[in-house]
């Protein structure tokens, strides 16, 4: 990049009113990297020529090699419209779906969105999914419709059919912001109906929503896109032609006459030509008329094509190019292939960089901009209210709508996500021209040196004894100097070696300077813990010792050009930019300012699902530091990767899919270890479930009228496997008594409705911010009140809940719910059947005035955390449970055997010191654990259910937990690890069944490859949903799900299979319950005659088990010999 460049970028950037930031997304493929390079060559950065070759923007040697974009990257030009200079701050986003987390990241540093959608592939999954993101961000989008030229080149539609199909495209983006909006709408309608009173239309309309009401007074129409508004850009990336019909509109209104406000209204639409009137008409359609864009617009364009690449007419186009007023350089107009020539021609006529650019100009908000709306989006992290944040951190909302740069403003920075760039990259080691002044430096030196070598020279000759005292100085210092040379070169080389992170970061308030002190707030920070402990005078050199609270000095600070890095020394409000030397502050985001009441901004909306998981090793291992190092590396430097060390000591990387696990496996190897790592086969989550007792066998036959076999292979039920005083009644209601005997437990398992386990899955978040709230006011804190519109939401949830947890075995269970699990937001459920037990509500933020009834009884913390114990991990294989809800039905806790405490402390003096030895270590476990109501008479009282013994022992106010103690350990403990064996033996008197995880995936494909395609996908057990053909096309569109244990290379068979036709994008979806049994054996008659006595045929979800177990190292019941006498008989044969 030239020097004046950066100058003037630098300049502009303190014009915050003409900054725009957007990013570039869409599904894979449509042609963003290609459009990138578009804009990028109308600043001179490449040429036109290369633009759409090069693909600048892809700057990592696998994503040219893959040819699909990977990571994000942002890179700043400049734009000249209307006598305006802007800074256009543009970022190339991924379209593959592992990718989707940098799509995330890229969107929350944005005030807008090109959406980029391919014409002939038209609204694909991913364009969906982006137009979300960038809806859940707030901010605004604009339309490209790429690859115009397939319609034309490849498809061989005519100009009307081709209108048809823009037609189209343009409806189906708009249905999808239509469904986002309305959503929008009826949400805030109904955050205001929470706040108002019903009104009486309310009650005479009852329940029902009427969808348009609220929709009418809400202007919407910026949101969608129109050409007639101007935020639709038409064109062929490739080609490098774009256009807005406002070109068209001045182009022709000057030559026809018309009106151009009336031309722009009716340019696009239904409407045509009269030629005999010279009127424009509605009803082009009814009439059979050429709509006026076919006429002026596409035919046009179909000409130039057709006589540039169809008849490569030089006439035709001498004509054409006359017409218009170009100038093309014969080394195009000769090139042998047209599209050079073609490209020579649009980029001149129609350049799409113009058109997109002056789109995002006009179209596009600026820094300044930004809503109310947004800002407390941004501020309120976990669903807060906003008015609940401290009063001084709600008055930085102004700091962020005011947008200043001045001195006044506190600084306020948001990083998404951290890159790594190596050293070659980073501005300090790249060669650079010299300036003058090093120049006439370098000559300088020179000359000195030639001058100490001459005088050398001399003094060995001896001709000349006398150094003059000028040189004498010169090589005095030469000596250090080469020191210092050496020094500074083996830093160099150091510094090489080391990957630099660099903070992809946006300023919302005041300016970055190199050298400042910053705070750095990480996501969990609170502002209100600050409040209190804050000194008068603070300032971030202070050491203030506030949780999640640290400080960092600004090192460097970077304009970001792609792959290249410019160092600035100041980034004013509204710019994107790179902040380096933060990687020991910042692990994937955070939020620095330079006020420590700013609440961490809220976290990404991360749209993809880490699930693929591998293990890997290095090949030596001696190298295994080095590995651990580069995982940490790996995980700071990607924004969706897990790293984690698991309990048996495998080091597991967890991606978002195969080309994701791909990409982090090569950055690994390549850049952040550099070692050679061999990782193991993928390894597939599974979710362990019961459900209801089946109807059927295994032969599809009907069990209740077979007679039941002796079952020859049935696992032998290990009686001493079983506690004592273990029992389980024929409904599968398990009775377990702690080691101790001092409490007794009864659980009972029930299979959740399918639609339930999809709710709780689904609205995690909600219980999340329930359980986050309930855990406040169980320990006495602050309560933060929940925002109204995730009230709404909690609400519609527990009402859903009610509506599909009905009969007589879910009576009221919606308000017995007392935890979810595992990791109390999963999706399972503990229900508290206890008649005289009352716990506090689940829902209590729901309604103020239930806060105060029941009280947790003593130990309910160790019931909750047996349940979460045994939810995380099954019986089956280990695996985490889904859809399984136990219902706590009896717990007894007597305090017989309360004479054990003297029994086992002979001397009364001694019992007494270690009572009160163990009574403090069990108040510090209780704390810790549960922290438990301290007074615990009072609930004692209140339950009836400890007996008074405790109270007349010696030990004063530890009594009742010096009863707790014995042999076996804290009570506590002893009752967690009780409720989860029950919960676990109540799962098994169930029928179980593993769960996998599926893939959907939607194949676009010929017909001559359709085969195939199902070939491939029966072979790995997938199930197509619905196939459908493409209107206009020939493309047919298989959509079908898959599962993932199934998936792995699926993508590149495909690819083989049908010469590269079908590319498919695979997406978790959904758990699936595999229908048998993993324990299954023949018990029936249908199936003994079917299967035969050994049932050796494959039981996939056997399969399935047994590599889970084997992994885990847990027991696998396989027989390894199975045919002893014929493997004899094969060795007599030798
Ligand atoms: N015919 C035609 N092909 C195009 C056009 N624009 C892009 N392509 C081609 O489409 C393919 C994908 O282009 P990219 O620009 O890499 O697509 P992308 O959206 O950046 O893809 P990802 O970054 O992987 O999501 C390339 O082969 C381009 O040459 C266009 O206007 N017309
Ligand atoms: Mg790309």
Same mark, same amino acid.
């Given at each position: 990049m030239g020097h004046t460049h950066l100058a003037n970028i630098v300049d502009l950037q303190k014009n915050t009113a003409n900054i725009r930031n957007f990013c570039i997304v869409a599904h894979v493929d449509h042609g963003k990297t290609t459009l990138a390079d578009s804009l990028i060559a109308s600043n001179g950065i490449i040429s036109n020529r290369l633009a759409g070759k090069l693909r600048y923007m892809d700057s990592r040697e696998d994503e040219q090699i893959r040819g699909i974009t990977m990571k994000s990257s942002s890179i700043s030009l400049h734009f000249n419209t209307d006598n305006q200079e802007y800074l256009i701050n543009m970022i190339d986003s991924p379209g593959h779906v592992d990718f989707s987390s940098e799509v995330s990241t890229a969107v929350r540093v944005c005030d807008g969105a090109v959406v980029v959608v391919d014409v002939v592939e038209g609204v694909c999954p991913q364009t969906q999914a982006v137009l979300r993101q960038a809806w859940l961000e707030n901010i605004?989008?604009?339309?490209?419709?790429?690859?115009?030229?397939?319609?034309?080149?490849?498809?061989?539609?005519?100009?009307?059919?081709?209108?048809?199909?823009?037609?189209?495209?343009?409806?189906?983006?708009?249905?999808?912001?239509?469904?986002?909006?309305?959503?929008?709408?009826?949400?805030?309608?109904?955050?205001?109906?929470?706040?108002?009173?019903?009104?009486?239309?309310?009650?005479?309309?009852?329940?029902?929503?009427?969808?348009?009401?609220?929709?009418?007074?809400?202007? #919407?129409?910026?949101?969608?896109?129109?050409?007639?508004?101007?935020?639709?850009?038409?064109?062929?990336?490739i080609d490098g032609w774009g256009f807005r019909i406002g070109q068209f509109v001045k182009m022709y209104s000057e030559k026809m006459g018309i009106n151009s406000e009336v031309l722009r209204k009716t340019l696009w639409g239904d409407y045509y030509l009269n030629t005999k009137s010279k009127k424009i008409m509605k009803g082009a359609q009814s009439k059979g008329k050429k709509p006026l864009f076919v006429q002026l617009v596409l035919e046009n364009i179909w000409s130039l094509y057709e006589a540039v690449v169809v008849q490569r007419d030089k006439e035709k186009i001498n004509k054409i190019v006359n017409s218009l007023g170009l100038s093309i350089l014969p080394r195009d107009s000769r090139h042998s292939d047209p599209r050079v020539h073609l490209n020579a021609i649009c980029t001149q006529w129609l350049p799409i960089s113009h058109a997109v650019l002056e789109m995002v100009c006009k179209k596009l908000p600026s820094p300044l901009d930004i809503t109310e709306e947004r800002v407390e989006k941004l501020m309120c992290v976990r669903s807060r209210r906003f008015d609940s944040l401290p009063v001084q951190t709600q008055a930085l909302k102004q700091a962020f709508l005011e947008c200043k740069s001045d001195g006044t403003a506190p600084v306020i920075v948001f990083i998404c996500k951290m890159f790594a760039v190596d050293s070659k990259g980073m501005p300090q080691n790249k060669p650079r021209p010299l300036t003058r002044e090093e120049i006439v430096q370098r000559r300088e030196q020179a000359r000195t040196r030639l001058a100490e070598k001459l005088a050398n020279q001399g003094k060995q000759m001896g001709e000349n004894s006398e150094i003059p005292a000028a040189n004498a100085s010169t090589r005095g210092d030469q000596v250090p100097s080469q020191m210092e040379q050496a020094a500074l070169n083996a830093s160099q080389q150091k510094s090489e070696q080391k990957d630099h992170f660099i903070a992809f970061a946006r300023v919302y308030s005041g300016t970055v300077r190199r050298g400042q002190k910053l705070f750095v707030l990480s996501p969990k920070y609170n502002p209100s813990d600050a409040l209190a402990k804050l000194p008068e005078n603070y300032s971030p050199d202070d050491d203030l010792l506030i949780p999640h609270l640290s400080s960092c000095t600004v090192q460097d600070l970077y304009v970001l050009m792609g792959k290249e890095l410019e160092d600035v020394q100041e980034v004013p409000v509204g710019n994107v930019l790179g902040i380096g030397g933060l990687e020991d502050h910042v692990l994937k985001s955070a939020t620095l300012s330079t006020s420590p009441l700013c609440p961490p901004f809220t976290p990404l909306n991360l749209d993809a699902i880490p699930i693929v998981r591998v293990a890997v090793e290095p090949k030596h291992p001696s190298e295994m530091p080095q590995l651990v190092r580069g995982m940490k590396l790996l995980n700071q430097a990607d924004p969706c990767v897990e790293v984690l060390v698991q309990e048996t000591g495998e080091h597991v990387l967890i991606t978002a899919g195969e080309v994701h696990l791909q990409r982090c496996l090569d950055d690994l190897r390549e850049r952040f270890a550099k070692i050679e790592i061999s990782s193991s086969s993928p390894i597939v989550p599974f979710r362990e479930t019961i459900i209801r007792p089946p109807k059927v066998d295994m032969v599809n036959e009907d069990i209740g009228t077979q007679q039941k076999?002796?079952?020859?292979?049935?696992?032998?039920?290990?009686?001493?496997?079983?506690?004592?005083?273990?029992?389980?009644?024929? #409904?599968?209601?398990?009775?377990?008594?702690?080691?101790?005997?001092?409490?007794?437990?009864?659980?009972?398992?029930?299979?959740?409705?399918?639609?339930?386990?999809?709710?709780?899955?689904?609205?995690?978040?909600?219980?999340?911010?329930?359980?986050?709230?309930?855990?406040?006011?169980?320990?006495?804190?602050?309560?933060?009140?929940?925002?109204?519109?995730?009230?709404?939401?909690?609400?519609?949830?527990?009402?859903?809940?009610?509506?599909?947890?009905?009969?007589?075995?879910?009576?009221?269970?919606?308000n017995q719910m007392s935890s979810f699990g595992p990791r109390r937001y999963g999706p399972n459920i503990l229900l508290n059947g206890l008649k005289d037990y009352e716990r506090p509500s689940m829902w209590q933020c729901l309604d103020k005035s239930s806060r105060d009834l029941g009280a947790y009884r003593d130990f309910d913390n160790s019931i909750v955390s047996g349940f979460q114990l045994a939810a995380l991990s099954g019986p089956i294989c280990e695996e985490p449970l889904m859809g399984v809800c136990f219902i706590l039905e009896k717990w007894n806790m007597?305090?017989? #055997?309360?004479?054990?405490?003297?029994?086992?402390?002979?001397?009364?003096?001694?019992?007494?010191?270690?009572?009160?030895?163990?009574?403090?270590?069990?108040?510090?476990?209780?704390?810790?654990?549960?922290?438990?109501?301290?007074?615990?008479?009072?609930?004692?009282?209140?339950?009836?259910?400890?007996?008074?013994?405790?109270?007349?022992?010696?030990?004063?106010?530890?009594?009742?937990?010096?009863?707790?103690?014995?042999?076996?350990?804290?009570?506590?403990?002893?009752?967690?690890?009780?409720?989860?064996?029950?919960?676990?033996?109540?799962?098994?008197?169930?029928?179980?069944?593993?769960?996998?995880?599926?893939?959907?995936?939607?194949?676009?494909?010929?017909?001559?490859?359709?085969?195939?395609?199902?070939?491939?996908?029966?072979?790995?057990?997938?199930?197509v949903l619905q196939e459908e053909m493409k209107e206009g096309t020939e493309m047919f569109i298989i959509k079908a799900v898959l599962p993932v244990a199934e998936s792995f290379g699926f993508a590149d068979e495909i690819r083989k299979r049908t010469s590269g036709q079908a590319s498919?994008?695979?997406?978790?979806?959904?758990?699936?319950?595999?229908?048998?049994?993993?324990?299954?054996?023949?018990?029936?008659?249908?199936?003994?005659?079917?299967?035969?006595?050994?049932?050796?045929?494959?039981?996939?979800?056997?399969?399935?088990?047994?590599?889970?177990?084997?992994?885990?190292?847990?027991?696998?019941?396989?027989?390894?010999?199975?045919?002893?006498?014929?493997?004899?008989?094969?060795?007599?044969?030798?």
């Open positions: 605004r989008p604009v339309l490209v419709i790429n690859k115009i030229d397939r319609l034309i080149t490849e498809l061989k539609l005519t100009p009307l059919e081709a209108y048809i199909q823009l037609q189209k495209i343009l409806e189906q983006v708009n249905a999808v912001t239509g469904s986002l909006f309305t959503s929008k709408v009826l949400e805030s309608r109904a955050e205001m109906d929470v706040t108002r009173e019903p009104t009486s239309d309310w009650t005479t309309s009852g329940q029902i929503y009427d969808w348009s009401a609220g929709l009418e007074e809400t202007d #919407d129409s910026h949101l969608y896109f129109a050409p007639e508004q101007g935020n639709v850009v038409f064109g062929s990336a076999v002796a079952v020859i292979h049935q696992k032998k039920e290990d009686q001493s496997k079983y506690p004592e005083g273990f029992a389980v009644d024929s #409904d599968g209601l398990v009775t377990l008594n702690t080691p101790n005997k001092l409490a007794t437990i009864s659980v009972r398992a029930l299979p959740l409705p399918e639609v339930v386990t999809q709710l709780l899955e689904e609205n995690c978040d909600l219980i999340r911010a329930m359980e986050h709230f309930n855990l406040s006011v169980k320990e006495g804190r602050e309560v933060q009140e929940i925002n109204s519109t995730t009230l709404e939401a909690i609400k519609i949830f527990k009402q859903k809940l009610e509506e599909n947890l009905v009969g007589r075995k879910w009576r009221n269970a919606v007597s305090y017989k #055997d309360q004479q054990f405490v003297q029994t086992h402390h002979h001397s009364p003096t001694e019992g007494q010191t270690s009572k009160t030895e163990v009574c403090q270590e069990i108040t510090s476990k209780e704390n810790s654990l549960s922290n438990l109501n301290p007074v615990l008479e009072s609930s004692e009282a209140q339950h009836g259910q400890i007996e008074t013994p405790a109270k007349s022992s010696e030990a004063g106010q530890c009594n009742s937990e010096v009863l707790v103690t014995d042999c076996y350990g804290p009570f506590s403990g002893q009752l967690i690890a009780t409720m989860k064996e029950a919960c676990r033996f109540a799962f098994q008197a169930k029928p179980q069944r593993l769960m996998t995880a599926m893939y959907t995936c939607e194949i676009m494909t010929t017909a001559e490859v359709l085969g195939r395609v199902y070939g491939v996908l029966s072979k790995r057990a997938g199930r498919p994008q695979l997406v978790f979806s959904h758990w699936e319950v595999i229908p048998s049994d993993p324990d299954w054996v023949p018990t029936t008659e249908e199936e003994y005659l079917h299967f035969g006595e050994k049932a050796d045929s494959v039981n996939q979800a056997h399969k399935y088990m047994n590599t889970v177990r084997k992994r885990k190292g847990l027991y696998v019941e396989e027989k390894i010999v199975e045919h002893a006498e014929k493997q004899r008989t094969l060795s007599k044969n030798k």
